[in-house]
């Protein structure tokens, strides 16, 4: 089976090609079908199983069939529990729409920073918007955007949107929206509150369930090392010249990031270069050209633009991000040491990310050693005056203490609070 016979438009299965997604995985096979034909779906797959693209290539389908709507309005809205998917979901639907005939405008909106930016991006309405449920309804509060014509629904990781306690404005959202629209209902996890919203969201959904099946982890050096998030980039630094690395794959969970990455080490004198969705397939081939030609040491790339990198001889791995999964962890570390090479595999773990790469170590069955590396152990870094936290090139990071999980249930101001708030300026009692 291949992308050209599911039924998505000749750019799309270019498009695709272009990424490396050769050949649909079952998650894919099985969904892009139904949600061509506009059917609800209910998946049930883990996350790493190739869901995203299941509902983006599909989503994008429709996209570019149909007649975009006003002002402030949102054409598909994309649910997801987390700041992190939020961004990782945004980035794969840009990626994959970035050369398709006619733009297609994403939104990604989350909680823990400021909200001006994304109501300014919201300006003229988005065909797609991925948020976390809390920072939705800020949004809806400020007239940013209107619900009233969406089109398609997707609730990525629903069981963790109910156990974070979104289970509140999820209803508030799916008031707002139409009665006619398609849903899209994706899950690890099929628990009785799963089932229920299920229920009441999706209309005769066709059933997808993917069964889970174990990883192994490639027969590959891991090494992991502790480190503040500030202090990646000057250890990444110090890892090539010291270790004397001949050529490098990064990986960065962003374009932005990748971008950055790239710019603090070609400011070191290292060749390096991004790699990510928005540039276009010319540059991509020429900074693979460049780089299987070791006129480039470093590439810095997203996951999704990385799935079309095969290099022969690939020495080192770099997790500078680290994945969202332990399929994904796989799938990184699996580009070296292929062909009968040895390879290396270095991840970066800062101590927020602890409990996730536990995590990951626990999927694959290994555990990894962490490392300290003089001069770049992990510490409080400082915050200034204005509560951001230097990196080690002295630019500014993310405020300190944000909350890394987007919107959060209860950051959010009730009616109630707003009355009394109202109440309290007007001098009422």
């Known amino acids: ?35 061509l034909e506009g059917h609800d779906v209910l998946g049930l797959a883990q996350t790493g199983s190739g869901k995203t693209a299941a509902f983006a290539l599909p989503i994008l389908h429709h996209l570019l069939h149909e007649r975009r709507g006003g002002s402030r309005h949102v054409r598909v809205l994309v649910l997801v529990p987390t700041r992190e998917l939020a961004m990782q979901v945004g980035e794969v639907m840009r990626e994959l729409s970035h050369e398709l005939p006619g733009p297609i405008k994403v939104v990604t909106a989350f909680g823990g920073v400021s909200i001006n930016p994304q109501m300014m991006s919201l300006r003229g309405g988005a065909d797609i ?40 404005e999820l209803a508030d959202i799916l008031e707002m929206l ?38 192994h982890a490639p027969d590959i050096t891991q090494r992991s090392i502790k480190v503040d998030a500030a202090k990646r980039a000057q250890l990444l630094r110090h890892l090539i010249k010291q270790e004397g690395w001949s050529r490098a794959l ?16 070609h400011r070191a004198g290292i060749k390096a270069a991004a790699f990510h969705g928005d540039l276009s397939q010319g540059a991509r081939r020429e900074v693979l050209e460049a780089f299987k030609a ?4 470093v590439v810095v790339a997203t996951d999704v633009a990385a799935r079309g990198i095969h290099i022969a001889d690939l020495p080192v791995v770099v997790n500078f991000d680290l994945p969202r999964s332990s399929a994904d962890y796989v799938h990184r570390i699996g580009r070296t040491g292929r062909a009968g090479a040895s390879g290396l595999a270095v991840s970066f773990v800062t101590p927020d990310m602890e409990n996730h790469f536990r995590l990951i170590e626990k999927r694959q069955g290994q555990r990894v050693a962490r490392e300290l590396i003089e001069g770049f152990e992990p510490g409080d870094q400082p915050a200034g005056a204005d509560g951001t936290v230097p990196d080690d ?19 959010r101001k009730s009616k109630k609070d707003k009355l009394r708030e109202a109440a309290a300026k007007a001098g009422t009692p």
């Not at 628990?191 to 009441?200: F, H, I, T």
């Not at 070791?294 to 040491?297: A, C, D, N, Y």
């Open 1 to 35: 089976m291949s992308f050209a016979h599911l039924g998505l438009s000749a750019a799309l299965v270019r498009i695709a090609s272009d990424h490396g997604f050769e050949s649909p995985t079952p998650v894919q096979e099985a969904a892009i079908p139904a949600i």
């Open 129 to 168: 918007v991925v948020a976390t449920p809390g920072r939705l309804l800020d949004l809806v509060d400020h007239n940013a955007l209107r619900l009233s014509d969406v089109g398609a629904l997707v609730l990525d990781e629903a069981d963790r949107l109910l156990d974070m306690g979104f289970a509140e």
């Open 178 to 215: 139409p009665a006619q629209r398609q849903s899209l209902f994706f899950s690890a996890t099929f628990p009785d509150d799963v089932q229920e919203l299920a229920n009441a969201l999706l209309k005769e959904p066709v059933f997808i369930e993917i069964p889970d099946e174990p990883e």
């Open 250 to 265: 990064v990986f960065a969970a962003t374009k932005y990031g990748t971008e950055l990455v790239a710019h603090k080490l």
């Open 294 to 297: 070791g006129e480039l040491q």
């Open 393 to 411: 090139d002295g630019e500014a990071q993310a405020p300190k203490g944000l909350d890394p999980n987007g919107g959060i249930k209860g950051r």
